[in-house]
């Protein structure tokens, strides 16, 4: 007598993270198969699942974070990735950008909090291929009252001398600032450059009087807060 309901082993490879999802939700489908939905075909040989592990291995640092680091002529060059495919993955990074954005705070900005700070400016700056570095301009409560874009460059060669943080600090009254900056390889994790240099704008600022709350290293969908993760201290 044939079953009517099959267990999740028992069904095919391919099939397995939509059971996955039906029963538990997408959240416990992990970076391979949830990728493996979004292809929905293998290639040759191998299933869908099969080609969403390979294709993990193919992307920038082999992580599904990678897919915003990479051309519609990067994937085609990956076995099994073709025109369509490579499009849905590029749709799909896009549509991800998108609900980024619109998920950003409107109006005014208190940078009270690490977390609310980088939420903002992900969608902004998470994604760039090139590096730069932002001074946001805070008032007496700690909102932002201006944006500056200090560099569309490496923060190292930026930042060199604390000058040109204060110098917009001064221009623009700040009562305090917060240093943004990011790391187009998807990677928010500082240098030993970025601490060292850090930590002279740190004491240039409390010389001055008016203190670098924080320096929030911008990645895809990732963050790094210098001063949440202790480095202040």
Not at 26 to 35: F, K, R, T
Not at 110 to 118: K, Q, S, T
Not at 139 to 152: D, F, T
Request: contains cysteine.
């Amino acid at each position: 007598m044939e079953k009517d309901n099959i267990t999740m082993r028992e069904m095919p490879v391919s099939e397995q993270p939509y059971e996955k999802c039906e029963q538990y939700g997408a959240q416990y489908l992990s970076d391979s198969e949830l990728l493996a939905v979004i292809l929905r075909t293998g290639s040759k040989g191998e299933c869908s699942t099969d080609l969403a592990k390979r294709l993990l291995l193919h992307l920038p640092g082999k992580s599904i974070s990678g897919l915003f680091q990479s051309s519609l002529e990067q994937l085609r060059e990956i076995r099994g990735i073709g025109r369509v495919k490579a499009i849905q993955l590029l749709c799909l990074t896009e549509i991800t950008k998108r609900m980024l954005k619109s998920h950003a705070a409107p109006g005014e900005l208190l940078c009270d909090e690490p977390e609310r700070v980088a939420a903002h400016f992900i969608p902004a700056m998470g994604f760039l291929e090139t590096e730069q570095v932002w001074l946001l301009v805070l008032n007496a409560r700690n909102a932002m009252v201006n944006n500056v874009v200090l560099s569309k460059g490496s923060f190292i060669s930026a930042m060199a001398s604390p000058r040109e943080v204060f110098y917009y600090a001064l221009k623009h009254k700040a009562v305090s600032v917060i240093l943004l900056h990011n790391h187009p390889s998807g990677d928010p994790s500082p240098s030993k450059e970025d601490l060292a240099l850090t930590r002279r704008i740190v004491r240039t600022g409390e010389l001055i009087g008016i203190p670098l709350l924080d320096h929030i290293v911008i990645g895809a969908g990732r963050y790094v807060s210098f001063r949440e993760s202790g480095y202040f201290s």
